[in-house]
Structures are given as structure tokens and as C-alpha cells.
T-cell receptor, first 109, second 119 residues
Framework: KNEVEQSPQNLTAQEGEFITINCSYSVGISALHWLQQHPGGGIVSLFMLSSGKKKHGRLIATINIQEKHSSLHITASHPRDSAVYIC???????????FGKGTHLIIQP | EAQVTQNPRYLITVTGKKLTVTCSQNMNHEYMSWYRQDPGLGLRQIYY???????DKGDVPEGYKVSRKEKRNFPLILESPSPNQTSLYFC??????????????????FGPGTRLTVL
């Protein structure tokens, strides 16, 4: 069974710091997703990766298929980045998504 | 506005009373899915559908039913709710590339969530 592990579980940082959130998975994948869940509960899809790196604004996502590892980076972090960040992968088959438990990020002014 | 809607947003019910949570998307998406989110367990997939009349079980399908009679709607049915189904439920949809698998799209669009309490 596919397992997805995220680290750290909780992260508090100061505004402006460079943030890294890690995601490891156990089964070869077709695609890995990064999601953001706002304090109000709404979920937004940030990235889908199957190889390499993607960038959107201050967010960068990378994936290493051989090491079964992905990272989400936030540059010049801001209090509005405070949220729960969740990675999810497809497990390499036609099944649905398996999710990590999420990383709770707080950026202090 | 492109969106996924869920109703109701909040529901308190009693054990055994059948209920349906509706999900509708206006983006002509092929793929739709239901998730539940519980503290300490994160998001878990209940059921998903890759097209009309095609549904498959996710990780935690027990106690739930779904149907996909129309492309835009994907209701979640709890025939006999129990307290362990108290949770936050999310519906999501994604376009999928033409002729490709659903996971090959960049974006899943999530509904606002339904907070269900079963007493």
C-alpha cells in the first residue's frame, strides 16, 4: 500500500524566511500533487508534478523520481502563506490519490 | 464563475437517518471525487468517478454510495450514517487531458466542504 509522509508536521517561521516542506512516497507514481488548505478550510490545488520542477510566483515544487521525494519551497514567506500544505500522489496506477497528513505552516510578522 | 458547489455546508443528523450530500461542477470536468478529512488522519479518498456511469472505490468507501448519472453531478449518499462518519467532506473535480488519465491534469478544483456531524 502506498504511503505518503510529510515533514515537518508543524513549522513556524518569521516573515521573509525561505520555507521547505518535504514529501516522501513509497510507491512509484504517475503524478504528485501539492495542495494548500486555508485556515477557513478551503483547499486549493497548487501544483501537479511528474518530473523536474515547477514555479508559480514565490512557490517552487521539485520532485526526484528516483528518490521518491518531492519538496515545496516558499521564497520570501509572508503571513498570508500560513496554511496547511498537503502532498498527494497517485500511487502509479489508476487508483485515486493517497494524501500526506499535511504540514501546518505559520508565518509570523 | 467556474466552481464546485456542495450542499449542505453544515449538517447535524442522527444515526441511521439516510442523507445525501450533493456536489456539482460547472466546468464540464470528466473526473470527480469525494474525500473525507479527519484530525490526525488527513484527507482520504472515498470514491471517484472518471466519467458518467463510471465510479470506483477509494481508500475508505465503507458506508458510502455514489452515483454519476450526469457529468456535472456526483452525490455522496450515506444510507445509514453512524457517528464514525462525522467528518469534513470535500468534493473535487478535474478536467483530465483528452484521451488521458485524470491524474495528468494540473489542477483539482475543490468544493468548499461539508461538515457533517452524526449523533
Amino acid at each position: 500500500k502506498n504511503e505518503v509522509e510529510q515533514s515537518p508536521q508543524n513549522l513556524t517561521a518569521q516573515e521573509g524566511e525561505f520555507i521547505t516542506i518535504n514529501c516522501s512516497y513509497s510507491v512509484g507514481i504517475s503524478a504528485l500533487h501539492w495542495l494548500q488548505q486555508h485556515p477557513g478550510g478551503g483547499i486549493v490545488s497548487l501544483f501537479m508534478l511528474s518530473s523536474g520542477k515547477k514555479k508559480h510566483g514565490r512557490l517552487i515544487a521539485t520532485i526526484n523520481i528516483q528518490e521518491k521525494h518531492s519538496s515545496l519551497h516558499i521564497t520570501a514567506s509572508h503571513p498570508r502563506d500560513s496554511a496547511v500544505y498537503i502532498c498527494a500522489d497517485t500511487g502509479g496506477g489508476a487508483d485515486g490519490l493517497t494524501f500526506g497528513k499535511g504540514t501546518h505552516l505559520i508565518i509570523q510578522p | 464563475e467556474a466552481q464546485v458547489t456542495q450542499n449542505p455546508r453544515y449538517l447535524i443528523t442522527v444515526t441511521g437517518k439516510k442523507l445525501t450530500v450533493t456536489c456539482s461542477q460547472n466546468m464540464n470536468h470528466e473526473y470527480m471525487s469525494w474525500y473525507r478529512q479527519d484530525p490526525g488522519l488527513g484527507l482520504r479518498q472515498i470514491y471517484y468517478s472518471m466519467n458518467v456511469e463510471v465510479t470506483d472505490k477509494g481508500d475508505v468507501p465503507e458506508g458510502y454510495k455514489v452515483s454519476r448519472k450526469e457529468k456535472r453531478n456526483f452525490p455522496l449518499i450515506l444510507e445509514s450514517p453512524s457517528p464514525n462518519q462525522t467528518s469534513l467532506y470535500f468534493c473535487a473535480s478535474s478536467p483530465g487531458l483528452a484521451g488521458g488519465p485524470w491524474w495528468s491534469t494540473d489542477t483539482q478544483y475543490f468544493g468548499p466542504g461539508t461538515r457533517l456531524t452524526v449523533l
